[in-house]
């Protein structure tokens, strides 16, 4: 099994700046997922982007994909306080898909 | 449409008992996963159902841990005689087809053992 791991473990900017987590994984992939999940509530799915695909954008959200440096990230822009959360990528693996621990964002008012 | 279900959403035993925890998933997805989420870590896997295949159990951190899902639709995950270091919240996610596909997560069960 191989997990996609995010970086920063924390990350905590002002209201309006920009926000960037990145996520590195192991093997070939064929897709890559971000989600985020507020405290104490489930997960909800911000975007997927395929193997082929190299950007992203869904409103404020940006994901790169970079398959030969096998790493991913996720650009929040104008951030908000409600951005606040946790964000987790996961990979695919063929037939499996495992989340890493977590990229912890809060936006202070 | 009906998204994933999971009950029940809270559940506090005591030490020793056994629990069993419930997931819905989206009418006609042939994948369902179980996670766990222990306080302040990431989602750890547990187990991964693919349509009549047998199931990807090798996230299950002990024998304790057990998992069925009948007529390719409900799942339960059944944890036999719980220790404290269970208590977690438990997320049950299904896909259209596959790990390839999106998965739609339910709002996922809260373990506290006591």
């Known amino acids: 099994s191989q997990q996609g791991e995010e970086d920063p473990q924390a990350l905590s900017i002002q209201e309006g700046e920009n926000a960037t987590m990145n996520c590195s994984y192991k093997?070939?992939?064929?897709?890559l997922q971000w989600y985020r999940q507020n405290s104490g509530r489930g997960l909800v799915h911000l975007i997927l982007?395929?193997?082929?695909?190299r950007e992203k954008h869904s409103g404020r959200l940006r994901v790169t994909l970079d398959t030969s440096k096998k790493s991913s990230s996720l650009l929040i822009t104008a951030s908000r306080a409600a951005d606040t959360a946790s964000y987790f990528c996961?990979?695919?693996?063929?037939?499996?898909?495992?989340f890493g621990a977590g990229t912890r964002l809060t936006v202070k008012p | 449409g009906a998204g994933v279900s999971q009950s029940p959403s809270n559940k506090v035993t005591e030490k020793g008992k056994d629990v069993e925890l419930r997931c819905d998933p989206i009418?006609?997805?042939?994948?369902l996963y179980w996670y766990r989420q222990s306080l302040g870590q990431g989602l750890e896997f547990l187990i991964y159902?693919?349509?009549?295949?047998?199931?990807?159990k090798s996230g299950l951190p002990s024998d304790r841990f057990s998992a069925e899902r009948t007529g390719g639709s409900v799942s339960t995950l059944t944890i036999q005689r719980t220790q404290q270091e269970d208590s977690a919240v438990y997320l049950c996610a299904s896909s259209l087809g596959g790990a390839v596909d999106e998965q739609f997560f339910g709002p996922g069960t809260r373990l506290t053992v006591l």
């Open positions: 009418s006609g997805h042939t994948a």
């Open positions: 996961a990979t695919d693996d063929i037939n499996d898909m495992r």
């Open positions: 982007i395929r193997s082929n695909e």
């Open positions: 093997t070939s992939i064929n897709n």
């Open positions: 159902f693919q349509g009549n295949s047998a199931p990807d």
